[in-house]
């Protein structure tokens, strides 16, 4: 047994580290809203080895493959049960046209992939790859449409390409090239980061764009689109302010950008970092809330009964490439800190069910924060990875609000509580996920469950070492989830110890 000393509510250790408390009581009486299951979708563009080497190698690899799509990555997705796919870019989208990804692959033109290291990009996996893959994943697709150096005309044949069932030109092109039954295809993009690589516009321009393009995308028989336009990066609080005003209900959703980079110049690397480094990450990946808060405040002022989506379809961390990878790759590799961002952004996401319909982590393999890494035939889950498997018990399950009070930490100059969580249920079973982001203190956490009944109590629990240790290809599983088996059932009341620099998740 530990010895513990009682100072002022903070219990000292034997081992010398400090364990705090803290307090959560669910509100089961205000859980009247579902998140999403789509909040829990992923984003894959033609950038590095994302699509090539990641997702497809093609039949003729020897890298095991079903119809060349890669059977270990594949498989591995699919217990994530990935939800949606956004696809093609990123800024790839708009400059990608689409025509010279269809027909033969041997006939198909190829292009130079500007965006991302200036490479041969030879269009093999287009259209029918890509929607195919979200049927063997069973996932829906989320399709960019390029409004930066596209046509009007263009987009408008891509959406009757997949999705109309008539005897039209676009439908029997595609009949032509071997697929009889058009795709259901929900989610459209018009444009990606129009403010930027989409395109360099202004929030006015670009809004009559939308209207423009938006007008011609049809629905094809029993296919709707759910049109989302081209939101704002971070803090661009007026870009919002203006598509609101001038797309207004014309738009399904609205998307949002929010990258935990420290500088564009010096992201620092993803394996080796400081203490104040993590917290420093962590904190600033913590500022989302706010951000969504500030953009959903916007939205509400035009939009109070929420029909517009916030769509936050690219986050995650940035860090310096992997020492000897290609800089335009974003190749990086993914820690015990990159696991606590997820589950941290994760809990905010969960919160805001009402409005935040989608978001998508940036990227699904082998860039930026990814679920998967490949190399050649090789292949290891992330801790991001498994987080996103933990934390898949909260699609489409109904949010219970909870209140939680800890200590705090300062960073970057913020108050920042130490403990994080959200709860939520379905089919009888109740989902608690939380994480403790202090590097050293273990925290007491007891839960009011407020007379919800439970009558056991399991759980998950993901932790390292340090907060550095990452899986490799030499060493896949140095991290990955365990049984958690700390936390008690007493009443009304659960009560556990959650480790230092830990993420639980636990069932009831
Ligand atoms: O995800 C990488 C890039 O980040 C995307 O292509 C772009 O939309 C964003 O700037």
Redo the contacts with the bound molecule.
């Keep these: 047994m530990k010895k513990l000393i009682v100072l002022l509510g903070i219990l000292v250790c034997a081992n010398g580290f400090a364990q705090q408390n803290a307090v959560i009581t669910l509100h089961p009486e205000d859980a009247n809203t579902q998140i999403s299951k789509h909040v829990y979708g992923h ?1 894959a ?1 033609h ?1 590095g080895s994302c699509i090539y080497g990641g997702l497809w190698v093609g039949e003729d690899s020897p890298v095991p493959n079903t119809n060349g799509y890669r059977t270990d990555v594949i498989n591995a997705l699919k217990e994530l049960h990935i939800p949606n796919l956004r696809w093609p ?4 989208a708009d400059e990608y046209h689409w025509m010279d990804g269809i027909g033969p692959r041997e006939k198909r033109p190829k292009m130079v992939n500007n ?1 991302w290291g200036g490479v041969v990009e030879d269009n093999s996996f287009g259209t029918h790859e890509f929607l195919n893959l979200c049927e063997l994943l069973g996932c829906e697709p989320y399709v960019s449409g390029n409004v930066g150096s596209g046509t009007v005309e263009e987009l408008a044949k891509w959406v009757e390409y997949m999705t109309s069932d008539g005897d039209s030109p676009m439908a029997n092109l595609r009949r032509q090239n071997g697929r009889e039954k058009p795709w259901k295809v929900k989610y459209l993009g018009i444009g ?2 129009s403010w ?2 989409g395109g360099d516009m202004l929030p006015e321009f670009y809004a009559d764009q939308y209207r423009r393009y938006s007008v011609y995308c049809r629905n094809f028989d029993n296919n709707k689109l759910f049109k989302i336009a081209s939101g704002a990066s971070d803090y661009d609080y007026h870009w919002t302010d203006v598509l609101m005003n001038k797309i207004g209900n014309k738009m399904n959703g609205l998307s949002l ?1 929010y ?1 935990t980079i420290k500088d564009w110049h010096q992201k620092g690397s993803a394996t080796d970092f400081s203490g104040d480094d993590y917290y420093w990450t962590l904190g600033k990946s913590l500022e989302i809330e706010e951000v969504i808060q500030k953009h959903t405040a916007i939205m509400d002022t035009y939009d109070p009964k929420k029909n517009i989506g916030l769509m936050v379809d ?1 986050w995650g961390t940035w860090f310096d490439v992997e020492p000897g990878t290609n800089p335009g790759f ?1 190749f990086q590799q993914n820690t015990l800190r990159d696991a606590m961002v997820a589950a941290l952004t994760l809990n905010i996401f969960n919160k805001y069910t009402g409005r935040i319909q989608m978001t998508n982590i ?2 699904v393999v082998n ?2 924060q990814s679920m998967i890494l490949t190399k050649d035939d090789k292949m290891l889950l992330t801790p991001t990875y498994f987080v996103f498997k933990m934390y898949a018990v909260h699609q489409d399950a109904t949010a219970i609000p909870l209140n939680l009070v800890c200590e705090t930490k300062k960073i970057r100059e913020k108050d920042v509580p130490v403990v994080s969580a959200s709860a939520s249920q379905k089919d009888g079973k109740i989902h608690i996920s939380l994480t403790n982001l202090d590097l050293k203190s273990a925290q007491d956490v007891t839960i009011q469950l407020s007379g919800m009944k439970a009558s056991q109590v399991s759980g998950q629990i993901l932790t390292a070492k340090t907060v550095t240790d990452h899986n490799t290809f030499d060493n896949p599983n140095v991290l990955k989830p365990a049984d958690f088996k700390g936390a008690k059932l007493k009443k009304d009341e659960l009560t556990l110890q959650l480790p230092a620099h830990s993420i639980v998740v636990l069932e009831l």
Aim: charged content about 15%.
């Design positions: 984003f563009e950038l870019g990123g800024c790839f965006n990606n980061e930027g690589c950008h990258y690219e974003l940036a990227q860039v930026l």
